[in-house]
């Protein structure tokens, strides 16, 4: 099995701000890492895939980067509605998930 | 845009059943892959398995001796059975659509909204 660490468990930030959460693999998943956005009420949706790999619709603010064990999901210009739970989630073994991080805007 | 909804009991009992459904809309479920996932309170996501468009499965080994999986191409959903639940199994259930490319971009590309299971007597 591969477990995901992820990081911080919460944050608070202003509009505006660059906020960074990380994802550490038990080991080497070769960038088959992804990100996803869950919101009350709506289904989760992917923010990034493949490690860095925006998908469709998602704001340019969004980015991930990483490679090996290590990554990480970058939202710059943190808008008011980036309120949400953000979790990690690793393909490169059967699925497993990070814990999450909610991200609360001051 | 194609959409999933998924639709349950809410309340099962400890060593029934639990079985739910997932609707897909706007788009055909042959020719994809499908998965359901789950999240217990206080934990985090657990994949739970998926169902390929061959009509193969793949289970969580944690699971995989209650579970299995169903689908009705032409009434457009598929399903999930958990047998013999505890109050372990009490969770928000996910279906989702399960892609897989040629790189790394493997990953679950739609999500419904989940539905609440509650095991208790």
């Known amino acids: 099995d591969t477990q995901l660490t992820q990081s911080p468990p919460s944050l608070s930030a202003s509009v505006g701000d660059r906020v960074s959460i990380t994802c550490r693999a038990s080991q080497n998943i070769d960038r088959f890492l992804n990100w996803y956005q869950v919101q009350p009420g709506k289904a989760p949706r992917v923010l990034i895939y493949a490690a860095s790999t925006l998908a469709s619709g998602i704001p340019s603010r969004f980015s991930g980067r990483g490679s090996r064990t290590d990554y990480s999901l970058i939202i710059s210009d943190l808008q008011p509605e980036d309120s949400a739970i953000y979790f990690c989630q690793q393909s490169y073994s059967e699925p497993s998930f990070g814990s999450g991080t909610r991200v609360e805007i001051k | 845009q194609v959409q999933l909804q998924e639709s349950g009991p809410g309340l099962v009992k400890p060593s029934e059943t639990l079985t739910l459904k997932c609707t897909v809309s706007?788009?055909?479920?042959?020719?994809?892959?499908w998965s359901w996932i789950r999240q217990s309170p206080g934990k985090p996501l657990e994949w739970i398995g998926h169902?390929?468009?061959?009509?193969?499965?793949t289970y969580n080994p944690s699971l995989e001796s209650r579970v299995s999986f169903g689908v009705d191409t032409s009434e457009k959903w598929f399903s999930l059975r958990l047998n013999s639940v505890t109050a372990a199994d009490t969770a928000i259930y996910y279906c989702a659509r399960w892609q897989t490319g040629t790189v790394a971009d493997w990953y679950f590309p739609l999500w419904g909204r989940g539905t609440r299971v509650t095991v208790s007597s």
């Open positions: 169902r390929y468009s061959t009509g193969s499965t």
């Open positions: 706007g788009g055909p479920i042959s020719g994809h892959d």
